[in-house]
T-cell receptor
Framework: DARVTQTPRDKVTEMGQEVTMRCQPI?????VFWYRQTMMQGLELLAY????????DSGMPKDRFSAEMPDATLATLKIQPSEPRDSAVYFC?????????????FGPGTRLTVL | KQEVTQIPAALSVPEGENLVLNCSFT??????LQWFRQDPGKGLTSLLL?????REQTSGRLNASLDKSSGRSTLYIAASQPGDSATYLC?????????????FGTGTSLTVIP
């Protein structure tokens, strides 16, 4: 049963600390997305990659957020330093599999709380 | 920029009723439209994907339609059940130099009353 996995599922940290969230896309998918969901803003696209290359990260605060894909099986989203306003659920999604229909599949999310 | 709107924001219906959720988008240049379900505290589960060349897709009690020219999609749920209670989101993939970016609506929160 192929699925997107994310770690950690929950993270509580103090303001100023570095936070790293990890995502394993579905094997064979060549597109990876990072989203943030809050009650106020809904789902916001932060960044996405195709074939490991960043295509768009305009939704990310550049001064503190960074997204990378060290290899095809791992995507990371880092926040340094973290702030209370970063508290949200961060979702990773992958798509672009062999079906070619660009359907997106979401991971379970990382719930981040910055105190 | 593509804007996606979902109406109503919340809906409460008695079990067994058929219902329609609406999604509208401002730019008709899309590759596809996808409907998701999100349960509280959970991730998004893909329900149906409609390509821009298609008019509808069906899966079990769910039927999604797409009218690209008018910028509208509907999700029809037949014979609703309490287990259908969740937030339903639609997302469109833009086709104007936006790569594979999805634009999400704010969702419709559905409650099916037993």
């Amino acid at each position: 049963d192929a699925r997107v996995t994310q770690t950690p599922r929950d993270k509580v940290t103090e303001m100023g600390q570095e936070v790293t969230m990890r995502c394993q896309p579905i094997l064979g998918h060549n597109t990876v997305f990072w989203y943030r969901q809050t009650m106020m803003q809904g789902l916001e696209l932060l960044a996405y990659f195709r074939n490991r290359a960043p295509l768009d990260d305009s939704g990310m605060p550049k001064d503190r957020f960074s997204a990378e894909m060290p290899d095809a099986t791992l995507a990371t989203l880092k926040i340094q330093p973290s702030e209370p306003r970063d508290s949200a659920v961060y979702f990773c999604a992958s798509g672009g599999g062999t079906s070619g229909n660009n359907e997106q599949f979401f991971g379970p999310g990382t719930r981040l709380t910055v105190l | 920029k593509q804007e996606v709107t979902q109406i109503p924001a919340a809906l409460s219906v008695p079990e067994g009723e058929n219902l329609v959720l609406n999604c509208s988008f401002t730019d008709s240049a899309i590759y596809n439209l996808q409907w998701f379900r999100q349960d509280p505290g959970k991730g998004l589960t893909s329900l149906l994907l409609i390509q821009s060349s298609q008019r509808e897709q069906t899966s079990g009690r769910l039927n999604a339609s797409l009218d690209k020219s008018s910028g509208r999609s509907t999700l029809y749920i037949a014979a609703s059940q309490p287990g259908d209670s969740a937030t339903y989101l639609c997302a469109v993939m833009g086709a104007r130099n936006t790569g594979n970016q999805f634009y999400f609506g704010t969702g419709t929160s559905l409650t099916v009353i037993p």
